[in-house]
């Protein structure tokens, strides 16, 4: 299968201010996903991550983090270590962002396709497309086996774990959004919405 990813060729952001749209950066290449730590928002493109402080949007100062991506697409932050799902060799890096000189180190290789990513207490959730799964990499264990959380899911793409739950949406066979409690021996999907015309990330704010 083809890798399924956000096409967009400008990143926008929303401020509440005036009811207005501003344009804070962009031509970037494929940016695929973004999260915050503090003022510095991180932004995974296709071959890079990079960094920019948003406390003064109007002159951002783009930071290149990480270069040589092959699909670079979810990220998500714990503790100040920046994770990062590069789709095309299956990997996903850990950056820690407080070292002075951040060096990218590979958390687990081997994967299928790794695309969304998120984290819950001491576990990594990451979606996978191609082989319909949500997998499971422990993040206290050295050396971390791969373990498949949800299979035959069909295309899955966004994923985000709020409270005791974890959600996510397929694009295929149909577009929808569900989720599943972490605390229940065997996950059971529930369907949140469904004919949502292909939904893809997913983003938590307060209890939204």
């Known amino acids: 299968m083809k890798k399924i990813i956000l096409t967009l060729t400008s990143l926008f952001l929303l401020f509440n201010l005036h009811a207005q749209t501003e344009i804070i950066l962009a031509n970037l290449n494929m940016p695929n996903d973004i999260v915050f730590n503090g003022d510095d928002m991180y932004i995974a493109t296709n071959f890079n991550v990079v960094k920019i402080d ?8 783009v930071d290149t983090l990480f270069s040589g991506l092959l699909g670079g697409t979810g990220l998500d932050i714990k503790d100040g270590i920046l994770y990062v799902a590069d789709f095309t060799p299956g990997q ?20 299928e396709k790794p695309n969304m990513l998120a984290i819950k207490d001491n576990d990594l959730y990451y979606s996978d497309n191609n082989e319909g799964i949500i997998g499971k990499v422990s993040l206290i ?3 971390p086996p791969l373990e498949i959380f949800l299979e035959d899911i069909g295309s899955v793409i966004g994923v985000e774990a709020y409270g ?4 996510y949406t ?16 065997i996950p059971n999907p529930e369907v949140v919405a469904s004919q ?3 939904p893809q990330g997913l983003s938590k704010c307060g209890s939204n």
Do not use: C, H, M, R
Not at 164 to 167: I, K, V
């Open 54 to 61: 948003v406390s003064d949007p109007t002159t951002p100062v």
């Open 92 to 111: 996903i890096w850990k950056i820690d962002i407080t070292a002075n000189n951040p060096t990218p180190q590979i958390l687990i290789d081997g994967l």
């Open 141 to 143: 264990d050295p050396n």
């Open 164 to 167: 005791d739950e974890l959600f």
């Open 170 to 185: 397929t694009v295929a066979p149909s577009g929808a959004l569900y989720k599943v409690n972490l605390n229940d021996s």
């Open 196 to 198: 949502v015309n292909w």
